[in-house]
């Protein structure tokens, strides 16, 4: 069965600090993966796209990495803020459909 | 900055009556969507929607749903006999011809009771 995945529920760090957020999926073939930051009772706000022929892509604080072979998409927030608390979310896009994972609720410590 | 729009923004409807649930996309976008999210649980795809009809749905999307486009600006979703289940929050989408992402709206609160 199609299943994505992203790492442990909640993640704390301290201010500063980079977060790095998992999205591991099976039985997709993706043709790009996004990242969405949603705050409680909103709904998700687009961060970063990714396609499938690219390895890493950057916004400001914000990188992205996707290996196809492992299936897996990383997010990283470097020099991270009590701003950058919220939950974040990876989507799939095959097609004109979106699957996204659970999410990670992050957590930045002043 | 255009936004997507949604109302009500809560609703709260007896089980077996019908909702209809209201969108307002970016105003030159095509492609539109539905989806859920039960409190707690990930955002779900239900239905994309472009040149007037279902793109893709999911299997969620059942006959007790409806997506429609009644004029040049709104999308709804219809739910004909609300039940239990149905309750969560529910978000419209938006995306340009030439664009990869979409844009969501703030979302519906929708409670069966």
């Known amino acids: 069965s199609q299943k994505i995945e992203q790492n442990s529920e909640a993640l704390n760090i301290q201010e500063g600090k980079t977060a790095t957020l998992t999205c591991n999926y099976t039985?997709?073939?993706?043709?790009?993966l996004q990242w969405y930051r949603q705050d409680p009772g909103r709904g998700p706000v687009f961060l970063l796209l990714i396609r499938e022929n690219e390895k890493e892509k950057r916004k400001e604080r914000l990188k992205v990495t996707f290996d196809t072979t492992l299936k897996q998409s990383l997010f990283h927030i470097t020099a991270s803020q009590p701003a950058d608390s919220a939950t974040y979310l990876c989507a799939l896009v095959t097609g004109n459909q979106f699957y996204f994972g659970t999410g990670t609720s992050l957590t930045v410590i002043p | 900055e255009p936004e997507v729009t949604q109302t009500p923004s809560h609703q709260v409807t007896q089980m077996g009556q019908e909702v209809i649930l209201r969108c307002v996309p970016i105003?030159?976008?095509?492609?539109f969507y539905w989806y859920r999210q039960i409190l707690g649980q990930k955002v779900e795809f239900l239905v994309s929607?472009?040149?007037?009809?279902?793109?893709?749905k999911s299997e969620i999307f059942d006959d007790q749903f409806s997506v429609e486009r009644p004029d040049g600006s709104n999308f709804t979703l219809k739910i004909r006999s609300t039940k239990l289940e149905d309750s969560a929050m529910y978000f419209c989408?938006?995306?340009?011809?030439?664009?990869?992402?979409?844009?969501f709206g703030p979302g519906t609160r929708l409670l069966v009771l």
């Open positions: 105003s030159n976008h095509l492609y």
């Open positions: 989408a938006s995306r340009g011809l030439a664009e990869e992402t979409q844009y």
């Open positions: 039985n997709y073939s993706p043709a790009y």
């Open positions: 929607f472009y040149n007037n009809e279902i793109s893709e």
